[in-house]
């Protein structure tokens, strides 16, 4: 498990602290910390595990091999009280090390590691305030990178004479500026007809100029060096279009794929294809920005998206993951050559959650300056900010060569709301929209024999909070849904007869997803690595997992155990309510289960498994997956019987936006609409539950308008 006997020590960086494996020092703010060997040694495996479960036994087996068990006991308890000591940590609001009760120790705090120590030493004041310069060779090409010593602390730089460009009652984003810093593309429904268009303006102000016109929503615009403006759109089945910045017919560049850019040279557009709810299905790739036949890139990481050119147009930047089955939030950027050659990550999402304290992964990059190579981007500081789904304008320079990027964050824009989709001119002008995302909770009526609504969106939940996945009672008398009042996650309960709503927890933190059992007793959650049973009567929670990569999906029928994905091995498993033991009860191969529910009666099962099936249920582990009929490939997101068990809802993204479908299974074939959500302002979230009378839907509206300024360097 140590490292000790490998040639590399590795420097450990969390917060304010720094472990260095070679000196044996703790240190704060480059202060050293006064902490014995042995605590050093417990403190060291659980970095080394970061984020997973060391056992009291892989413990007991790495600090005391010829030890008795009650002096492992007694000496454990004992370094684990320094090591908290050292860090300044509360065992019962752990920031650092959470106890899992009677198995082990998990280290929380997202970590950096490298190779090569940090200075030991204070550096003096005119060093701090100074850069130096990093020279990074590949494929024979040099690039500099400006570094600062004070990697920690994000560097405020608020863009400068910002002033309001556009005035919109409804939904206008995602800008592109003009490289001369003249013109702005932008996405809009202000045409009054409800759908997204693409349209221009000048900086400097005037009247906006509406470049289409088609009755799709058409998004995700980018200025090409020629005066062109590429664009994603779902008409005809979804495409990149190109079309002249002042007007004319839009041409098709190629079939499906989101957010193309332009190569410098403007010679060529990358895009990708795929849907981030479909993991392993997202594919990159280039087109001749004349038109021809779109190449892949090979080389991309797995969920690779967002793709950004480099200067030089040799390098491309995206967001990706290293396995197509990985977590949500382990993305990172990466770097993919044009030319034959490996991508590489940048370690980007590390440095945010060291700086900023997010778990969320590395986020979309927005934009790379060409002057400076920063690259732009939108992110929340810390876990308060996802109450109330704000998030900044960033910067970070990268250079195409480095493998972890470089330091510090320039904090751009502080806002009240949603910035995002930062775009930045060759003059350092820069424009960006200000959103206002409002998530809640709404219902309508709903015909489950014609399946189709019957009246209007009514809200159930409507706050400034993001509130979503609401869960209901088979009575439909409950709902649980996740809400975010505390600056973390947190789930509530709501009776909809008295209205009455009280919190069922209040930790925060990264709780998922939870289930709600039939009669309402008991909610089931997870998080990245637990699984947990609340009752909702008095709010108390056990731990049914630990250490465990699930998802939950259901209760049984008789509410004795919980319906669980294992996300490591794509299976089925049953966690008893008691105890927790664990039983796999299927597994498909090539297709890893995603989403379980049990139909009212308990004798069937859906399955979300790349598409939409359905089988009989056998929790006695003995499912046959031959057994299971496909009824929608293009089912995602969240799966729900009708009360009667003859049709199962479904979310698909098959007319563009997330919408709600339903697929009966008495008439084979029958697949039908029930609520489409085509209004850009007003779009389904991917939750939603069935009651005998009504749909129970996550939507979030939005809107915004564009800013604009002047950024430094």
């Given at each position: 498990m140590?490292n000790?006997t490998?040639?590399?020590?590795?420097?450990?960086?969390?917060g304010p602290?720094?472990?260095?494996?070679?000196?044996?020092?703790?240190?704060?703010?480059?202060?050293?910390?006064?902490?014995?060997?042995?605590?050093?040694?417990?403190?060291?495996?659980?970095?080394?595990?970061?984020?997973?479960?060391?056992?009291?036994?892989?413990?007991?087996?790495?600090?005391?091999?010829?030890?008795?068990?009650?002096?492992?006991?007694?000496?454990?308890?004992?370094?684990?009280?320094?090591?908290?000591?050292?860090?300044?940590?509360?065992?019962?609001?752990?920031?650092?090390?959470?106890?899992?009760p009677?198995?082990?120790?998990?280290?929380?705090?997202?970590?950096?590691?490298?190779?090569?120590?940090?200075?030991?030493?204070?550096?003096?004041?005119?060093?701090?305030?100074?850069?130096f310069?990093?020279?990074?060779?590949?494929?024979?090409?040099?690039?500099?990178?400006?570094?600062?010593?004070?990697?920690?602390?994000?560097?405020?730089?608020?863009?400068?004479?910002?002033?309001?460009?556009?005035?919109?009652?409804?939904l206008?984003?995602?800008?592109?500026?003009?490289?001369?810093?003249?013109?702005?593309?932008?996405?809009?429904?202000r045409?009054?007809?409800?759908?997204?268009?693409?349209?221009?303006?000048?900086?400097?102000?005037?009247?906006?100029?509406?470049?289409?016109?088609?009755?799709?929503?058409?998004?995700?615009?980018?200025?090409?060096?020629?005066?062109?403006?590429?664009?994603?759109?779902?008409?005809?089945?979804?495409?990149?279009y190109?079309?002249?910045?002042?007007?004319?017919?839009?041409?098709?560049?190629?079939?499906?794929?989101?957010?193309p850019?332009?190569?410098?040279?403007?010679?060529?557009?990358?895009?990708w294809?795929?849907?981030?709810?479909?993991?392993?299905?997202?594919?990159?790739?280039?087109?001749?920005?004349?038109?021809?036949?779109?190449?892949?890139?090979?080389?991309?990481?797995?969920?690779?998206?967002?793709?950004?050119?480099?200067?030089?147009?040799?390098?491309?930047?995206?967001?990706?993951?290293?396995?197509?089955?990985?977590?949500?939030?382990?993305?990172?950027?990466?770097?993919?050559?044009?030319?034959?050659?490996?991508?590489?990550?940048?370690?980007v999402?590390?440095?945010?959650?060291?700086?900023?304290?997010?778990?969320?992964?590395?986020?979309?990059?927005?934009?790379?300056?060409?002057?400076?190579?920063?690259?732009?981007?939108?992110?929340?500081?810390?876990?308060?900010?996802?109450?109330?789904?704000?998030?900044?304008?960033?910067?970070?320079?990268?250079?195409?060569?480095?493998?972890?990027?470089?330091?510090?964050?320039?904090?751009?824009?502080?806002?009240?709301?949603?910035?995002?989709?930062?775009?930045?001119?060759?003059?350092?002008?820069?424009?960006?929209?200000?959103?206002?995302?409002?998530?809640?909770?709404?219902?309508?009526?709903?015909?489950?024999?014609?399946?189709?609504?019957?009246?209007?969106?009514?809200?159930?939940?409507?706050?400034?909070?993001?509130?979503?996945?609401?869960?209901?009672?088979?009575?439909?008398?409950?709902?649980?849904?996740?809400?975010?009042?505390?600056?973390?996650?947190?789930?509530?309960?709501?009776?909809?007869?008295?209205?009455?709503?009280?919190?069922?927890?209040?930790?925060?933190?990264?709780?998922?997803?939870?289930?709600?059992?039939r009669?309402?007793?008991?909610?089931?959650?997870?998080?990245?690595?637990?699984?947990?049973?609340?009752?909702?009567?008095?709010?108390?929670?056990?731990?049914?997992?630990?250490?465990?990569?699930?998802?939950?999906a259901?209760?049984?029928?008789?509410?004795?155990?919980?319906?669980?994905?294992?996300?490591?091995s794509?299976?089925?498993?049953?966690?008893?309510?008691?105890?927790?033991?664990?039983?796999?009860?299927?597994?498909?191969?090539?297709r890893?289960?995603?989403?379980?529910?049990?139909?009212?009666?308990?004798?069937?099962?859906?399955?979300?498994?790349?598409?939409?099936?359905v089988?009989?249920?056998?929790m006695?582990?003995?499912?046959?997956?031959?057994?299971?009929?496909?009824?929608?490939?293009?089912?995602?997101?969240?799966?729900?019987?009708?009360?009667?068990?003859?049709?199962?809802?479904?979310?698909?993204?098959?007319?563009?936006?997330?919408?709600?479908?339903?697929?009966?299974?008495?008439?084979?074939?029958?697949?039908?609409?029930?609520?489409?959500?085509?209004?850009?302002?007003?779009?389904?979230?991917?939750?939603?539950?069935?009651?005998?009378?009504?749909?129970?839907?996550?939507?979030?509206?939005?809107?915004?308008?564009?800013?604009?300024?002047?950024v430094?360097?």
């Amino acid at each position: 498990m140590s490292n000790a006997t490998h040639g590399t020590k590795r420097c450990f960086r969390f917060g304010p602290f720094e472990v260095d494996e070679a000196s044996r020092e703790l240190r704060k703010n480059n202060e050293r910390v006064r902490l014995q060997e042995l605590p050093f040694r417990v403190l060291l495996l659980l970095l080394e595990r970061q984020g997973g479960l060391v056992s009291r036994e892989e413990l007991h087996k790495e600090l005391w091999p010829d030890g008795t068990y009650v002096e492992f006991e007694q000496g454990l308890n004992t370094a684990m009280r320094k090591v908290r000591q050292a860090l300044e940590d509360d065992a019962d609001k752990p920031r650092f090390i959470e106890t899992a009760p009677r198995k082990g120790y998990r280290f929380l705090f997202p970590l950096v590691e490298s190779a090569i120590p940090p200075p030991r030493s204070r550096l003096p004041l005119a060093i701090y305030a100074g850069t130096f310069l990093l020279v990074l060779v590949t494929v024979g090409l040099a690039w500099t990178v400006r570094l600062r010593t004070r990697p920690n602390e994000p560097e405020e730089d608020l863009v400068r004479n910002l002033e309001r460009l556009t005035a919109d009652s409804g939904l206008t984003w995602q800008p592109s500026i003009s490289a001369d810093g003249k013109l702005v593309a932008f996405s809009s429904d202000r045409g009054g007809a409800g759908d997204l268009d693409i349209w221009v303006m000048h900086v400097g102000g005037g009247n906006p100029i509406r470049l289409t016109r088609d009755p799709a929503n058409e998004t995700e615009p980018h200025f090409c060096p020629d005066g062109r403006i590429v664009f994603q759109s779902d008409r005809n089945g979804g495409g990149i279009y190109a079309v002249p910045a002042l007007g004319g017919p839009a041409v098709l560049l190629a079939k499906g794929g989101r957010q193309p850019r332009c190569s410098p040279d403007g010679k060529s557009v990358a895009f990708w294809t795929g849907s981030l709810r479909k993991p392993g299905n997202e594919a990159l790739f280039v087109v001749p920005s004349v038109g021809g036949a779109p190449v892949r890139v090979g080389s991309a990481p797995a969920r690779a998206r967002k793709p950004l050119w480099s200067s030089d147009g040799r390098m491309l930047l995206v967001v990706g993951n290293r396995q197509a089955t990985a977590p949500w939030n382990e993305t990172d950027w990466w770097l993919i050559p044009t030319a034959p050659g490996s991508a590489r990550p940048l370690g980007v999402a590390a440095i945010l959650g060291r700086v900023l304290g997010s778990t969320a992964g590395a986020p979309e990059p927005a934009d790379w300056d060409a002057r400076t190579g920063d690259v732009f981007f939108s992110a929340r500081r810390g876990q308060a900010d996802y109450a109330t789904w704000r998030s900044d304008i960033w910067s970070v320079p990268v250079a195409p060569a480095s493998r972890q990027s470089p330091a510090p964050l320039r904090h751009i824009t502080a806002a009240t709301g949603k910035h995002s989709g930062a775009s930045v001119a060759s003059d350092g002008t820069l424009v960006f929209a200000d959103l206002e995302v409002n998530p809640n909770i709404w219902t309508v009526p709903v015909d489950h024999r014609g399946l189709k609504v019957s009246g209007t969106l009514q809200a159930v939940v409507a706050e400034k909070h993001w509130e979503s996945r609401p869960a209901l009672s088979s009575d439909g008398r409950t709902m649980v849904y996740r809400t975010e009042h505390t600056g973390g996650w947190d789930f509530s309960m709501k009776n909809l007869v008295t209205g009455e709503d009280k919190p069922l927890t209040s930790s925060g933190g990264s709780k998922v997803w939870a289930a709600l059992s039939r009669d309402g007793a008991r909610i089931t959650f997870h998080t990245l690595q637990e699984v947990y049973i609340v009752e909702t009567a008095t709010g108390s929670a056990r731990a049914l997992c630990s250490g465990c990569r699930m998802r939950v999906a259901d209760w049984t029928a008789d509410g004795q155990a919980v319906l669980a994905l294992n996300l490591d091995s794509g299976a089925l498993e049953q966690l008893r309510a008691s105890d927790g033991q664990r039983r796999e009860i299927l597994r498909i191969k090539d297709r890893p289960i995603e989403m379980a529910a049990l139909s009212p009666d308990g004798s069937a099962i859906a399955l979300l498994a790349r598409g939409l099936l359905v089988g009989p249920s056998r929790m006695d582990g003995a499912a046959d997956p031959n057994s299971f009929t496909a009824l929608a490939d293009d089912a995602e997101d969240t799966i729900r019987w009708s009360p009667d068990g003859k049709a199962i809802y479904f979310i698909s993204y098959a007319d563009g936006p997330a919408c709600l479908w339903a697929a009966r299974l008495d008439l084979p074939g029958d697949r039908r609409a029930v609520a489409h959500f085509h209004e850009p302002r007003r779009a389904l979230l991917g939750s939603f539950d069935v009651s005998s009378d009504s749909l129970y839907l996550g939507i979030h509206e939005t809107s915004g308008n564009l800013w604009v300024g002047k950024v430094g360097r």
